[in-house]
């Protein structure tokens, strides 16, 4: 499918979503931080109830109003950029109705706006203004009471709780099963029935790796007939290296893991695979949660044993680099407080489940965090420099270094070097371009003093190139050997406090606020910041046992990975306006008990698979689905739909084609060049097509490979803890019609074609394949009355030879196994 129709589909939904009012969490919360403070403060005077004249017939103080628009027709047309109004004024792109009339906004709130319009103009504004007063007044949040707010059940530490009674004595494994039965016996209802044996090995092989059984695994699990069977899976399963690639995608998800800038201008970050491959590394090495988080805040501020050692440090301080920047914004005081605020948004939610980043503009319309406590926390990111390598061309206005790791940091460079004579070649080219350039500065200064227009196209020119050489030059050491760059944080020598800016706006600071935490999180007043930049305070905090939220929000990550839905069905929003838990009690027990054996992932993950409550199948009980329609008792597993990596992963593993070794780095990290061919060879890069896991799949912003695109892959701009689900006809369509997935379809038939001599046998290896199961007699019947009508039809089409027939049906009917609900659902 062409990208244009994918992207008409995803506005089309999107406008569903605002037609209907059912707003996610992530749409909120744009709206609030990104949206509602400029309509208060740029357009309310002369656009709002309060108005003393409204000017143009146009409001936008509530949802209705927006939507409806003034004189000129909608303001805004959720989905459609060029259809807005609002949105053509705020670009100045129409003399008779630039707004505001004071000054053009700046690009990145243009840039939110467009976003805005693009995922359908969410609003949780109502119809109605509250009440008579000023409406900016209206929506300003009382004073906050942090003391009252640390009564809400997210701000207190997990509690001990005595495990339930139970009426079934018999049906529990574990005081996890007990906390869920508890919950259903009050409610009148019982779990269903145990998953088939073979069901339960494929829900938990996806699960651990995202990957289908192989035919070994199936046969083994099947011949082991004592107790034990299951556990030894899970074991073999976590100790397999496929077990970090699938969960330190789960992890990449919420880091807004990507290797371009995305925003205004798409630049490439062509080492933030380094990160990845860390993420992926820490999670098979089963890294305790609290250190993975230290190391990912304040790696290089850590103790070390060696280079090595102090490396993975340094690149795990990536999650803080590879964020989206407006990199053509020119003020850099403007663009440092953009890079800290798309930090504090990404920790707080990754690591405590709330909001913090809605306060820089005003105290947290619906949490008790004062604005106060976004630039306590600003101050320590401000005082931290992030080094994500990028040149200084045009509409790049903020370049940046990168952090060189050296020889004995045992990595790989991720790309090939050069000859000592190539590199001295591109030196002498940038001493040429060093002195061009500075002929033209001169030829513009003495063009100036004497009144001539300036060719400023030509100085342009040669900056961009200079750059661009600059940038190629600085990937390889004097002998032509290729550096070992990483993208990460280091300290700035002087820290400094951050002022309060009102409104959030860089033209107006106010009182300077000291270094600090966020108060509610913590049973009194916070320490203060006394030494450095703080980070390495804030990554120990973040990593002590008593934080009330860090492990309370990863077992609740853990567990939405596990069953398709958390115990608090909002991840990444633990606050007043996220979900509460199901099982209050339940998730503290499992805080408790993550931290107790050593903030291990493994060990909790081996424990609610091998609960009862993980292995219960997916069937129906009317008494349960009336009083529970949505499962949050957890009273089956629900059926879930394979994620776009698993799916694309399961088509490569059943065809045989799976490779498991990619080459170290990224494409993105080879492409080299200048100018236009660069950029051409950079999107080229992200589009070639290969076997390898989709985890290792060059991830550009904007430019999601369309096999991932079009399965609700996660937005690699935001932190995603839980992606959507769709099953629409594009989907189907793709697996349809795509040219890689009619190519695994090939191989798959030749793999099955030449597992036997008989088509009997072929047909059951196929089913097993697939679908980790042998077929039934009605389908094999139907899949025998399947090869006789096709080739009844191409005898008649008379367009190919008869073994061009034999493997063009075998190819339709792979592709048909892979294209089933079956093959994309798990049970």
Not at 364 to 373: A, M, N, R, S, Y
Not at 625 to 640: E, Q, V
Not at 730 to 742: E, G, K, R
Not at 809 to 825: D, K, N
Request: glycine fraction near 6%.
């Amino acid at each position: 499918m062409k990208r244009s129709t994918f992207s008409l589909l995803l506005v089309l939904a999107a406008q569903a979503g605002a037609v209907h009012g059912e707003l996610t969490d992530e749409q909120r919360n744009f709206f609030e931080r990104k949206i509602r403070p400029v309509l208060v403060e740029q357009c309310y005077e002369c656009h709002s109830t309060q108005s003393k004249k409204v000017k143009g017939g146009l409001m936008l103080d509530t949802k209705e109003a927006t939507l409806h628009g003034g004189d000129t027709g909608p303001a805004v047309v959720p989905g459609k950029i060029t259809d807005s109004l609002l949105i053509e004024a705020i670009r100045y792109g129409n003399k008779d109705m630039e707004m505001p009339p004071k000054g053009k906004l700046p690009a990145s709130v243009i840039a939110d706006f467009e976003a805005w319009v693009k995922m359908g103009a969410p609003d949780p504004r109502g119809e109605q203004v509250a009440d008579a007063g000023n409406a900016a007044s209206q929506w300003k949040k009382k004073d906050i009471d942090v003391v009252e707010g640390r009564k809400f059940w997210a701000y207190q530490p997990p509690k001990k709780s005595p495990v339930p009674e139970v009426k079934n004595t018999a049906w529990p494994r574990s005081d996890l099963d007990r906390y869920i039965l508890a919950k259903l016996e009050e409610k009148g209802l019982q779990p269903v029935a145990d998953a088939q044996k073979l069901d339960l090995l494929r829900r938990v092989t996806f699960d651990l790796t995202g990957l289908p059984p192989t035919l070994d695994q199936i046969q083994a699990f099947m011949k082991d007939a004592s107790p034990e069977a299951l556990t030894r899976v899970v074991d073999n399963l976590l100790a397999s290296e496929r077990f970090g690639e699938y969960w330190g995608r789960h992890w990449l998800d919420v880091a807004r893991y990507a290797e371009s800038s995305g925003k205004d201008i798409n630049v490439p970050y062509p080492f933030a695979w380094r990160y990845r491959d860390w993420v992926i590394g820490a999670f098979n090495e089963d890294m305790p949660y609290n250190e993975f988080i230290r190391q990912q805040v304040a790696g290089d501020l850590l103790p070390f044993k060696d280079a090595v050692d102090q490396s993975k440090k340094i690149v795990a301080t990536g999650f803080l680099a590879i964020g989206t920047k407006p990199h053509n914004e020119r003020n850099p005081r403007q663009f440092a407080l953009e890079v800290a605020d798309e930090q504090i948004d990404t920790l707080t939610q990754a690591v405590l489940g709330t909001t913090v980043a809605c306060a820089r503009c005003h105290d947290h319309k619906f949490d008790p965090i004062p604005q106060k406590d976004y630039y306590a926390l600003a101050g320590i990111f401000l005082s931290s420099e992030t080094l994500y390598g990028t040149n200084g061309v045009i509409q790049n206005n903020q370049p940046s270094d990168l952090i060189e790791l050296g020889r004995d940091s045992g990595m790989a460079p991720g790309f090939e070097g050069i000859s000592a004579s190539a590199r001295a070649d591109l030196a002498r080219r940038m001493k040429q371009l060093d002195d061009t350039r500075a002929e033209r500065q001169q030829e513009a200064m003495a063009a100036r003093r004497s009144g001539k227009e300036i060719d400023a196209f030509r100085l342009l020119a040669v900056r961009q190139q200079t750059s661009e050489l600059k940038g190629q030059i600085n990937r390889y050491a004097e002998d032509g050997s290729a550096r070992i760059l990483a993208m990460g944080v280091y300290e700035r020598r002087t820290p400094v406090n951050s002022p309060l800016f009102n409104r959030g706006e860089a033209t107006q600071p106010g009182e300077m606020v000291p270094r600090g935490f966020v108060q509610v999180m913590f049973p009194s007043t916070p320490p203060q910041v006394t030494k450095g930049s703080g980070r390495l305070d804030l990554a120990n905090w973040l990593a002590s046992t008593e934080n009330p939220q860090t492990a309370r929000v990863m077992v609740n990550r853990m567990w939405r990975w596990l069953f398709g839905r958390g115990i608090v069905a909002s991840v990444d929003n633990f606050g007043a306006m996220g979900e509460k838990p199901s099982h209050p009690e339940l998730l503290d027990w499992l805080a408790l008990r993550f931290m107790e054996n050593g903030w291990s992932v493994k060990k909790m993950v081996r424990e609610i698979v091998l609960s009862r409550t993980y292995q219960l199948s997916s069937q129906h009980a009317p008494q349960n689905f009336a009083a529970d329609p949505d499962n949050t008792l957890f009273w089956r597993m629900s059926t879930r739909g394979l994620d776009a990596e698993s799916l694309r992963d399961a088509m490569l593993s059943v065809s045989g084609e799976i490779d498991f070794y990619p080459p170290p780095g990224s494409p993105v990290s080879r492409v080299t060049g200048e100018g236009r061919e660069a950029i051409f060879r950079f999107y080229q890069a992200t589009q070639q097509p290969t076997r390898y896991r989709s985890v290792y799949l060059p991830l550009i912003r904007d430019v999601v490979p369309e096999a991932l695109a079009l399965f609700d892959f996660a937005n690699p701009a935001l932190v995603t803890g839980d992606r959507e689900t769709t099953n629409v006809p594009s989907q189907s369509l793709y697996l349809m019609n795509n040219a890689q997935v009619i190519a695994l379809s090939d191989a798959f038939a030749r793999r099955v074609y030449d597992s036997s001599k008989d088509n009997p046998t072929r047909v059951v290896n196929a089913y097993w394949l697939a679908f980790g199961r042998a077929p039934t007699q009605q389908e094999i019947l139907a899949t025998r009355t399947f090869f006789s009508e096709y080739a009844q039809d191409a005898a008649k089409a008379k367009s190919a030879k008869d073994a061009d027939i034999t493997m063009y049906a075998w190819s339709a009917f792979c592709q048909a196994l892979m294209a089933s609900a079956e093959f994309r659902f798990l049970n």
